[in-house]
């Protein structure tokens, strides 16, 4: 005999009546779309009715497969699998308040609905239509039982109503007790723990039955996107709360929660009550000891992010990634080779090749020291830094775009004051050792990375343009267009500049950075792939004769440490105030790469460090750049730049 849950707390509310609506006269356009609307809406009903005759495949159908990473050629890195970190639960075994949550957060009428919401259906499709996009909204908890027990998780209309379908199937052949309760028992919520009762544990060291209101709201939240509200990710903490907060509001608004219940858990910091994250064995790294570790999370959260967890951990995918192992185990080498011992500097370097695929990234000594990936600023859970002289060649850009040349002369004093700073304050600049350099070219003054030239350049061209051309380029972080973006005194990525250079290097077409190559499914269907859509975004001629003045920065300027032997090289230099940040950034004609080096903790000065008296862009980040570059092009023609156009006239 079934056993019936019967609870005053989830019982279905009186409708509201009453209520009379004015009629309000509007375009002919929008009854139009309103009879629309309701044909649609009529059109599903009646397909639903038709598909809910099918039959429920067999749950074990979709059996657990795991998911395969590889790099570019093939070797596997890493694979992505689900746990037997589940444990079955009765629903009597569960907190009601946990079941309170639930219901509040996901599907408020699942005691009375049919197992579909047709209105919430037709909003979808629309969506979908609108949007060519994923499907919005519109799953009941039933439905999203039916989606993570009997199906696969393709995002597609005729896959929706099929869910939709067997859902109307379910109700049928189940109460609503039975679905509720193997939907609590499939359901993610994150760290690698699928079902309450293995999610109460790995959250809060408590079994399902002692879920408090504190925790099933924060678990309640978690359900729709989970690895985007873990509250022990310092960039999530915003989200977590307020996803609580939203099931919080939902469950007073149903009645089965007080306003002084409302206030106090919605006063508790979420952290104060959950367990630390622990490294998961859903994730398991097969290309050990090379730095791998924050790229297969990136890849983890991409695909979370498109495909859902339950296709990423179960589904058995073939995911074929941009990076190269060999190189990937190259940069590491050369980070790890200078960068040695507990209390050196901390290194991050991004590489990509010339279709702007990710080749080889390392974001940091350690994700078990620090989950913060360095390459991606505050993208990574961190903040960005200050790039210094690298931000010059984007100034130079700009100039070059406004008509100004290479030969145009400036005076270059030891020092300079000129607009203003971040804080509205007159602009004093000094060139490094306060070295007064006379009349010198914008050519010159790059090579020598003149500070005081650079800051009269900016002064003259504008900062807003000059912002204008770096988001072109590819720098994602926000940027204020101020006379001192010009000597890189705002935070960017190393992703940002790396990019940004790969903009000079392809001659002005923005290619933005990708990592993932293809995916298939278990069925070896292509499900999603890479098309290089490049963007041109700066003048070819431009971008050339910025690359010329880049290579003389390696051959005969700051940068000469970072030179490959026989492979063109253009590259900037850049070193931020105290020593506290130090960048290199550049480019061959087949791969890009940016190298910060650092202290991630704060802008303590690099000073006597690994025997070096100031670490500078020139020294210790040039060197590795070297390294890296050094092993990319082993075994490969390096190819030649086009060089800049001259006047025959």
Known sequence: MRKQLVRTSLAPRATRGGRRRGRRRGPRWGRVLYFVVLATIGSLTAGLWLLSRLELPDAGAVADQTTIVRDRNGVEIARFHAEENRIPRTLDEISPVMIDAVVAAEDRDFFTHPGVDPVAIARAAWADVRSRGALQGGSTITQQYVKNAFLTSDRTLVRKLEEAALAIKLEREMSKEEILEGYLNVIYFGRGAYGVEAASRVWFGVSASDLDLAQSAYLAGLIRAPESADISRPEQVEVANRRRRSVLQAMLEMGTITPDEFDLVNSLPIESYTLPRETGSSVEITQEGIGLEYFVDMVRARVAEDYGNRLLFRGGLDIVTTLDVDLQRGTWEAMRGVL???????????????????????????????????????????????????????????????????????????????????????????????????????????????????????????????????????????????????????????????????????????????????????????????????????????????????????????????????????????????????WFVGYTPRFTAAVWVGFADSNRAMVDVLGVPRVTGGNIPARIWSGIMTSAHVGIDPGSFVGPTTDSS
């Open 340 to 582: 040695a011992g507990a209390d050196s500097p901390e290194g991050a370097a991004v590489v990509l090749d010339d279709k702007g695929a990710v080749v080889a990234l390392v974001g940091g000594r350690s994700r078990d020291l620090s989950q913060v990936n360095l390459a991606l600023g505050t993208a990574g859970g961190g903040s960005g830094r200050q790039p210094g002289s690298a931000f010059k060649p984007l100034v130079l850009t700009e100039a070059l775009r406004q008509g100004l040349t290479v030969d145009t002369v400036f005076d270059s004093p030891a020092t300079v004051t000129v607009g203003t700073t971040e804080n509205g304050e007159p602009w004093t600049v000094a060139n490094y050792d306060d070295r007064e350099y006379g009349p010198l070219t914008l050519e010159q003054a790059t090579v020598l990375s003149s500070n005081t030239v650079y800051a009269q350049l900016i002064d003259r061209v504008g900062p807003p343009a000059v912002v204008d051309t770096a988001r072109a380029m590819g720098v994602s972080a926000p940027l204020d267009p101020v006379d001192s973006v010009a000597l890189g005194t705002q935070e960017v990525s190393v992703m940002d500049m790396a990019v940004a250079y790969s903009t000079l290097a392809h001659r002005g077409d923005l290619r933005p950075s990708h990592i993932i190559e293809r995916i298939r499914d278990r069925e070896g269907n292509e499900i999603t792939a890479f098309t290089l859509e490049g963007e041109p975004v700066i003048e070819p001629a431009v971008a050339d004769e910025v690359t010329a003045v880049l290579e003389k920065v390696v051959s005969e300027g700051t940068g000469k440490a970072a030179a490959v032997a026989g492979v063109p090289t253009a590259g900037k230099t850049g070193t931020t105030q105290n020593y506290g940040d130090a």
